[in-house]
T-cell receptor, first 112, second 111 residues
């Protein structure tokens, strides 16, 4: 079945710097790749997603890139702020499936 | 719209007790899911329901049962709670298996 690996498991960056989180997936049929942010004690919430017919998508300070050939996708956060501190999960799914597969999560800390 | 709601928010059980976690969504979604999240860990799928009338096992189904009561509601039952089931339980729903919307979670402690 599908497997999603996420790296790093923890990441600490200086406020204002950029953060990059990477994921790889195993099923070449996967075509939908969402990213979720989970603040401490809260529910996971979708922050951005990308479909396989697109290579890059941006939304203000966050962007996601997809390399279908290499089967990996990445989350980029620029100009990091304290409120970006959270756990981030990547995920992958395919049209024929009824569930998505989550990565193991990255705990991002922003140093003041 | 309330989105995805869960009850209760908190629960403490003794080993061997049973309980049912309730989940409801008002987004007319077809698919619903139950996850557990242990402290500092990721999301593990317990059971899911791709559509009304169907349920399937996820990654960690042992010790749990589910019921898709109707399109809106999906309940999770612990028949005989064990300390290993202490966790935060999230319900989620999606229209067609892609974007999932999560409920606020239920914090369960089994003593």
């Amino acid at each position: 079945g599908e497997n999603v690996e996420q790296h790093p498991s923890t990441l600490s960056v200086q406020e204002g710097d950029s953060a990059v989180i990477k994921c790889t997936y195993s099923d070449s049929a996967s075509n939908y790749f969402p990213w979720y942010k989970q603040e401490l004690g809260k529910r996971p919430q979708l922050i951005i997603d990308i479909r396989s017919n697109v290579g890059e998508k941006k939304d203000q300070r966050i962007a996601v890139t997809l390399n279908k050939t290499a089967k990996h996708f990445s989350l980029h956060i620029t100009e990091t702020q304290p409120e970006d501190s959270a756990v981030y999960f990547c995920a992958a799914s395919k049209s024929s499936a009824s569930k998505i597969i989550f990565g193991s999560g990255t705990r991002l800390s922003i140093r003041p | 719209n309330a989105g995805v709601t869960q009850t209760p928010k908190f629960q403490v059980l003794k080993t061997g007790q049973s309980m049912t976690l309730q989940c409801a969504q008002d987004m007319n979604h077809n698919s619903m899911y139950w996850y557990r999240q242990d402290p500092g860990m990721g999301l593990r799928l317990i059971y899911y329901s791709a559509s009304e009338g169907t349920t399937d096992k996820g990654e960690v189904p042992n010790g749990y049962n589910v019921s898709r009561l109707n399109k809106r509601e999906f309940s999770l039952r612990l028949e005989s709670a064990a300390p290993s089931q202490t966790s935060v339980y999230f319900c989620a729903s999606s229209l067609s298996g892609d974007t999932q919307y999560f409920g606020p979670g239920t914090r369960l402690t089994v003593l």
